[in-house]
């Protein structure tokens, strides 16, 4: 099974950006996230979207 969250440091390194852009992304909107606890985490079906990697088939785009 495929992770589904990733932590902000993980989707920084994921996206090789620093936390500024990230927050930045996360507060326009193009990066989802959920709070789970005092956490939030990363949907990291919008990581692969922000990618530009096809999320239906598993594949690159």
């Known amino acids: 099974m495929q992770p ?7 989707a920084g390194k994921m996206l090789a950006i620093g936390k500024t852009k990230l927050s930045e992304l996360i507060s326009e909107g193009q990066l989802e996230t959920v709070r789970i606890g005092t956490r939030r985490l990363v949907k990291i079906s919008s990581l692969k979207r922000l990618a530009g990697i096809d999320t239906e088939c598993g594949g690159e785009a």
């Open 4 to 10: 589904i969250l990733c932590s902000q440091a993980e």
